[in-house]
């Protein structure tokens, strides 16, 4: 097809994207007008489905939403109801609820990284033609996970949508000895990750910067993973290079907007752009990386924790596996020092009032707002989740991925190069876009 | 060490028929020898590899979408033919349980025996509760999922190899 004149490409199932998303682009005599993605979003539903309900069930409904970060559901709607009753968890019990979303960073992190990203960067359809030729490689991405699905397994109940955890606490904590076994998982875990950094750091990278504002939570001694203040960091425009607010004040900056092409709600932090997840974070809070992790980052030349920022969207994958060592490390040093707490949890009394709650997810900030009755009804819920935060700043990013493309000299890209490069911009955000549903497509004949 | 009768539902319980997969390991329960592993999974690859062991006899069952679409028909399939199969727009996390079992296959980690049956669906829109069409044809689902863990026991019985009674999963 000729860039000159019009062409609308059209995805409508994106290859290795979690979820159910499709994206259409539009290019007007070689250039790109137009990158919309669709995404059918379920938290949107799930607000609905929560009103009416009692104010301990939020975490068992919204960890539905997601199969692969369950947790991040459940750790948001604990936060959120608990503060809204005015109670903290903190000491062993925010310990293990740490310990828990460790697991799933392992486990979220480790899936994309392997059976979703990876093949892009060494031309491979997929995961099952990598598995064919670097089989102790994908053999080691399964172990790494595995032991992300054991700590949740241990900790959760069960290995998807775990079901020991509850507003205040747990219903059951493990004794110290049940822990055990992990510890010996995650040190095999962490020698597998740091060669997971290794072999990500040495693929090969397309040029590209972006310059959308970076969001994440803010954990002063910690990498920001289950509690935080929301920081900005802006590239350009007035103010600080790194401002805060408080998670009150959250929706007063982050501003929802229904757009036509979707039935997603996308979003501006003080009507600008934004990007959330791991690149933001890496920006926000690399000084508190273990320094096991830091020195994977460093290797890996992501430079220098706590001063550089990853601007390269395709280095996400570098990123990722460092979050990988960081939430390793951060579970043995939790297992380390665990001692049973007295109780499993904490007393969630309700009563009349609005809380917020916001954690890393794997994927970016993710934030939840509860209103309740005195009797503990939920009476609104609002949840925020990190896709639909990113998802202006992917499109920015599909945009100018294919423009760049065009503006390259040579033989002009067919609509499959195009469509490979979209769906490669897209996967560096790792946009978990449903839980859907699972089907086998089947072609049927019948007389 | 001896390996085990694996019944695997996948599927979602929020999305309609989708749920058809785990309506069906509940259906089981009673049903099968004990011992027989009853699991419900949401079909991501990774942890459905981690389900069963090389030597296990795997029972799969699991909603479909067909075109054109007869929505309570049966199919049962063999490893090899819904190997690849893609998920398509309605997948959970892109890598459906055909790219899951070509993926088995290419680590060498298929099971020694597997068959999926599978339900063609009506809808999955988000909500709890089978269709009719689905739910009328769950019974005869069950019924050829529980024949396929006989099959399972009655071969293993005719080469003399002892079933491991193991709790659930």
């Given amino acids: ?43 949107r539903f799930f607000e609905a ?27 948001s709607a604990c936060r959120a109801v608990e503060d809204a009753c005015g109670v903290t968890v903190d000491g062993p019990l925010a310990e293990l609820r740490r310990l828990l979303y460790c697991g799933e960073w392992i486990e979220s992190h480790t899936l994309h990284i392997y059976l979703l990203h990876a093949p892009d960067f060494l031309g491979r359809a997929d995961v099952v033609e990598l598995a064919r030729d670097q089989r102790a490689a994908v ?35 493990p004794a110290a000895d049940e822990l055990r076994s992990l510890a010996e998982r995650l040190r095999q875990a962490r020698e597998d990750a740091l060669e997971t950094v290794r072999w990500v750091a040495a693929f090969d990278f397309p040029d590209a910067v972006c310059d959308h504002d970076l969001f994440a939570l803010r954990a002063p001694g910690h990498y920001a993973i289950d509690s935080g203040t929301p920081a900005v960091m802006t590239v350009h425009g007035p103010g600080p290079a790194l401002r805060e607010f408080p998670l009150s004040r959250f929706e007063r900056h982050v501003r929802q907007g229904q757009v036509p092409h979707s039935t997603a709600l996308t979003a501006t ?40 920022v990853c601007r390269n ?53 993710l934030y939840h707002r509860y209103a309740l009755a005195a009797d503990g009804t939920l009476t609104e819920a609002r949840i925020v989740a990190p896709t639909a935060q990113n998802q202006t700043a ?52 019948r007389a | ?44 690859p990774a942890r459905m590899l981690d389900l069963w062991r090389g030597g296990d006899s795997v029972v799969l069952v699991e909603a479909i979408r067909a075109w054109p679409g007869r929505p309570g028909q049966l199919h049962t399939l063999t490893a090899a033919q819904a190997a690849g199969r893609t998920a398509g ?49 769950l019974p005869a689902l069950a019924d050829r999922a529980a024949a396929s863990v006989r099959q399972a026991y009655e071969s293993r019985r005719r080469s003399g190899e002892r079933i491991e009674q193991s709790p659930d999963l």
């Fill in chain 2, 89 to 137: 727009t309605a997948s959970t996390h892109a890598l459906g349980l055909g790219e899951c079992l070509a993926l088995a296959e290419a680590l060498g980690r298929l099971p020694r025996g597997l068959v999926v049956h599978a339900v063609e669906a009506a809808g999955t829109e988000i909500g709890t509760g089978l269709s009719e069409a689905v739910r009328r044809a």
């Fill in chain 1, 49 to 75: 489905f929560l009103t009416g309900r009692g104010h301990t069930e939020p975490p068992d409904i919204t960890a539905r939403i997601c199969g692969i970060c369950p947790v991040a559901y459940q750790m």
């Fill in chain 1, 313 to 365: 969207p395709f280095r996400s994958i570098v990123v990722r596996a460092v979050e990988v060592v960081q939430a390793v490390e951060e579970a043995l040093r939790i297992i380390d020092a665990y001692e049973q707490p007295p109780r499993p949890a904490v007393e969630v009394p309700p009563r009349q009032g609005a809380g917020v709650g916001a954690t890393e997810a794997p994927r970016g900030l």
């Fill in chain 2, 1 to 44: 060490m001896s390996e085990r009768v694996v019944v695997i539902g996948v599927g979602n319980p929020l999305r309609g028929d989708d749920g058809a997969g785990p309506a069906v390991v509940e259906a089981l329960r009673g049903r099968v020898p004990d011992g027989t592993a009853l699991v419900v999974s949401d079909g991501e």
């Fill in chain 1, 394 to 445: 992917i499109e920015e990013d599909v945009r100018r991925a294919v423009q760049a493309r065009l503006d390259t000299p040579g033989p002009a890209a067919d609509d499959e190069e195009l469509t490979h490069l979209c769906e490669r911009a897209i996967r560096n955000h790792d946009p978990c876009i449903s839980c859907a549903a699972h089907f086998l497509s089947l072609t049927v004949e």
């Fill in chain 1, 269 to 308: 932090l003080d009507d600008r752009r934004y990007l959330t997840g791991p690149l933001a974070r890496y920006a926000i809070n690399g000084r508190w990386l273990h320094p096991v992790a830091a020195e994977a980052a460093r290797d890996a030349g992501l430079g220098e924790p706590g001063t550089a």
């Fill in chain 1, 1 to 43: 097809m000729n860039d000159r004149g019009t062409r609308v490409l059209r995805l409508d199932a994106l290859a290795r994207v979690e979820g159910e998303a499709s994206l259409h682009l539009r290019v007007d005599g070689g250039t790109v007008t137009g990158t919309r993605l669709r995404i059918y979003e379920p938290p």
């Fill in chain 1, 139 to 173: 053999e080691r991405g399964l172990r790494t996970k595995q032991t992300g699905n054991a700590i949740l397994e241990q900790l959760g109940g069960r290995p998807i949508h775990p079901v020991n955890v509850r507003v205040g606490g747990f219903y059951r904590t």
